[in-house]
């Protein structure tokens, strides 16, 4: 990085001593181009009639001038004669200089001379539109002042050199010492602070940087354990399910195994018939309760917009026979056009399954609230309640509070389970308060 700095440095000093040397160079060529013109002007007030319009005369008057170039030509550019060229041109009236003498009495022009290749400043001045006399001297070109301040531009860049080596490391010293002391803090983990104002952005870069890789190594530790919450939940989950399959399997067998040695009358093998059918039954019921359980984490259909409200309606009035058989009231408290973005298989499982668990567990003549809003649902019973201590395993796999009732009306423990996976799934909150004997409520915070 520090020679990156004094690279670039030097880069701009000498972009900067080259342009002023350049313009430098402009500024004195001009000066000297306007010098020369007054100069010349001067020397053509040297002139009198005592210079014959000949080669004698030219000569006499380039001697009175200290050798400076002179040209006698007529009121029209021809040439009379010139001071040093021996091939005179037979007219000058397409110069600059002489052109603007005989339409404006005088004129300059700098260029080349085509007949001596020397770079020069000519003056011209017509007298009394009888004849023209034109005085030119030497003059340094604009490179030729360049290249002639050469050797101090190269004793002026050599010091420019060591000057940016000098600064550079300097600066670049105090410039990485708050930056290594920032990637000090960072390494350490520490909260990254800066007393400089150019600094904080990169202050605020690397603080952000250790929040995300601390918040980064939290979801590991999290994932670790998940992954070990995970290993136990499977062994769990396979003994529940083996449990659960146990039973319709052993009437299945048995019954098949009563009914294989034909010492049964026809009412004991009509018995026998709709125990297998029934426990079959059940059986399939809870393999498909179990591959729903499954599916809904690898469920990656898209959500869409669904008016829960006129849902919720149509399960409450699905549900109605269910609860007029035990006299149960449901109270109804639904917001209209409450719009939830799921799907309606879904709020159809969580809503029925809340709904169903507050008129298995609730009282004969009991009564259940059910409120709808944007701001959640709750489904709300005079049930039998929960113990206290089963409040953390409500929602938790084939786990139910009556175990009476467990398989009774096709109940297998997973309907709860699967509400939680649904809302947790959704970014929903759900929880349950209850007390044993006096009802439970459940609510869903969208």
């Not at 181009?33 to 001067?42: H, P, Q």
């Not at 003056?123 to 539109?129: A, G, L, S, T």
């Not at 690898?298 to 035990?326: G, T, W």
Request: charge should be negative.
């Amino acid at each position: 990085m520090r020679w990156r700095i004094w690279l670039l440095s030097l880069g701009i000093a000498l972009l900067g001593v080259l342009i002023f040397g350049i313009g430098a160079t402009q500024v004195y060529y001009n000066s000297s181009i306007d010098g020369s013109k007054d100069y010349l002007k001067v020397y053509m007030n040297e002139y009198t009639a005592e210079y014959t319009l000949d080669k004698q005369g030219v000569d006499a008057f380039s001697l009175k001038l200290n050798g400076a170039r002179v040209t006698f030509m007529d009121v029209h550019g021809k040439v009379i004669a010139d001071s040093e060229a021996d091939e005179l041109e037979k007219n000058h009236s397409d110069r600059q200089e002489v052109k603007d003498a005989i339409l404006k009495g005088e004129g300059f022009a700098v260029r080349s001379s085509s007949t001596l290749g020397k770079n020069m400043v000519y003056y011209c001045k017509n007298f009394n539109d009888s004849f023209l006399v034109r005085i030119a001297v030497f003059t340094d070109s604009d490179w030729s002042i360049f290249v002639s301040i050469l050797p101090q531009f190269a004793a002026f860049a050599g010091l420019m050199i060591v000057l940016c080596m000098v600064l550079a490391f300097v600066a670049t010293y105090f410039i990485l010492s708050p930056v290594k002391k920032l990637a000090s803090q960072a390494a350490a983990n520490d909260s990254v602070t800066t007393k400089y104002t150019e600094l904080e952005s990169v202050a605020d870069i690397l603080n952000e940087r250790n929040r995300n890789i601390q918040r980064q190594m939290d979801e590991i530790r999290s994932e670790k354990e998940l992954l070990e919450k995970a290993r136990a939940s499977k062994d769990e989950f396979i003994s529940n399910v083996t449990h659960e399959m146990n039973t319709p399997l052993t009437s299945i067998h048995g019954y098949a195994e009563l009914l294989s040695g034909g010492g049964l009358t026809k009412e004991q093998q009509a018995v026998a018939y709709r125990t297998i059918l029934s426990q079959s039954e059940r059986l399939t019921n809870l393999i498909a309760c179990i591959i729903n359980y499954s599916e809904i984490d690898s469920d990656d259909l898209p959500s869409y917009e669904v008016d829960f409200s006129a849902l919720a309606k149509e399960i409450l009035l699905s549900l109605k026979p269910e609860a007029d058989k035990r006299n149960i009231t449901i109270i109804e408290n639904i917001e209209d056009k409450v719009i939830v973005s799921s799907r309606h298989e879904r709020l159809n499982e969580v809503f029925g399954n809340l709904v169903r668990n507050a008129i298995k567990y609730n009282k004969d003549g009991g009564t259940i609230t059910v409120t709808l809003n944007y701001g959640g649902l709750t489904v709300e019973d005079t049930g039998i309640g929960i113990a206290e201590e089963n409040l953390d395993k409500v929602f938790s796999r084939f786990f139910t509070v009556d175990k009476s009732h467990n398989g009774k009306n096709g109940g297998f423990g997973l309907g709860l389970a699967v509400v939680k996976k649904i809302c947790r799934k959704s970014g929903w909150n759900i929880s349950v308060k209850s007390k044993l004997g006096e009802g439970s409520k459940f609510t869903v915070e969208f």
